[in-house]
């Protein structure tokens, strides 16, 4: 199955309360330890990735508002034990990313500025799903235990344990930003979704993983888990989207700061070992089926940047999505371009300067593509 979502008006607000959880003043480790070696200038010109210079050196765009680049850094980790170091957040060049986890490696920040983003991006996403939280078929009367991966800000496990009071929803993620005012049903951990999952089998009648791009190494085995603690006829959904913007009239060219961003992710995936072109090689679907699941269904949605698209649906789509990368676009890129480029933040700043023109364009009509995917676990 194959369409386009559809979005007949913008979601109600959400119900559920916004306190954010107390918690120590994040503290970075005193030792650094050494940052990954970036592509080298050869192996980035073979990639197709244009130098920093190529953006510092032309005119910049006016801005609005600050772009928060930060002062030069390096990057410091830290390793200890979970219950001490929890709050121990890794720096990267004056951002702040989750402590040293299992293997988990996730690429955006765990700050104020970003949690907001993702807040923004929850709204965005439910306006592509039509104001929904899940598209598989569930019925409320069999669901009484469900597993959020990745939950982040924990805004969806919040709505969806508002929408079935009677579910006990577990969020987990590898950093602790979650808020600590929530419904009763709803609690938070903290799991790498990389390591093999703790739940007996057959523990959750519906799991929901979202926004994993980028963050998962082997989408097999995130596969495999899910399907061992689903329980039979219990179903599992996968959000995911490309990493490249695309036109259908030629305007994001190459060279553009827009054709450039898909390439410095495909590069950043290949390094880190976590891929960002999950739609682009259909891992959710394949990943399922390998797994076992039956009923697989998917939903292709088109997302722009921007209000440019001439239906007014999916023109509600772009402005959303727009507003949530904006909001903090020096954070989707900050640790990719560091990884993998090596560029201060001053050259990435210069480079999301270059981004947001383009995404304000109303001659360039770019967008990605989402993808949704369900099945259910046999009984």
């Known amino acids: 199955m194959s369409s386009s979502a559809q979005s007949p008006r913008s979601p109600k607000s959400p119900k559920s309360p916004t306190g954010k959880a107390t918690s120590p003043a994040p503290a970075t480790s005193p030792a650094p330890a050494a940052a990954p070696a970036p592509l080298s200038a050869e192996a980035q010109g073979a990639a197709g990735i244009l ?50 986890i299992g293997s988990a490696e996730s690429w955006t920040p765990n700050d104020q500025r970003h949690v907001d983003a993702m807040e923004l991006l929850h709204h965005a996403m439910m306006v592509q799903l039509g104001g929904k939280l899940f598209l598989s078929p569930l019925e409320q009367k069999k669901i009484q235990k469900v597993l959020d991966i990745a939950t982040g800000g924990g805004l969806w496990a919040i709505d969806f344990a508002d929408e079935f009071p009677n579910a006990e929803v577990i969020g987990t993620d590898v950093t602790p930003i979650q808020p600590s005012w929530v419904p009763p049903n709803v609690k938070f951990e903290i799991e790498d979704c990389n390591q093999e999952w703790t739940w007996p089998e057959d523990t959750f009648d519906f799991i929901n993983l979202r926004l994993l791009t980028g963050i998962v190494s082997d989408w097999d085995a995130l596969f495999r888990n899910a399907y061992r603690v689903t329980k039979p006829g219990g179903y599992v959904e996968s959000y995911g989207t490309g990493a490249h913007f695309m036109s259908d009239d030629g305007s994001v060219k190459d060279g553009s700061a827009l054709e450039q961003w898909g390439k410095v992710f495909r590069e950043g995936g290949k390094k880190l070992g976590r891929t960002f072109t999950v739609y682009e090689e259909d891992l959710q679907r394949k990943g399922m089926e390998a797994a076992g699941f039956v009923d697989i269904e998917f939903r292709d949605i088109q997302v722009p940047y921007g209000g440019w698209h001439h239906d007014k649906e999916i023109a509600e789509r772009g402005i959303w999505w727009k507003m949530a ?5 020096e954070g989707w890129v900050h640790y990719i371009w560091n990884a993998v480029l090596g560029w201060t933040p001053n050259e990435a700043k210069a480079f999301t300067r270059h981004v947001k023109r383009d995404m304000n364009d109303p001659n360039i009509h770019s967008y990605i593509m989402a993808r949704v995917v369900w099945g259910r676990k046999p009984e």
Request: no cysteine.
């Open 51 to 100: 130098p920093a210079t190529h953006w510092t050196e032309q005119p910049l765009p006016e801005e609005d508002v600050d772009d928060g680049a930060s002062s030069l850094g390096s990057i410091n980790s830290t390793t200890a034990s979970l219950s001490s170091t929890i709050f121990h957040y890794r720096e990267v060049q004056g951002r702040t990313y989750h402590a040293e």
């Open 325 to 329: 990368i904006e909001s903090d676009l």
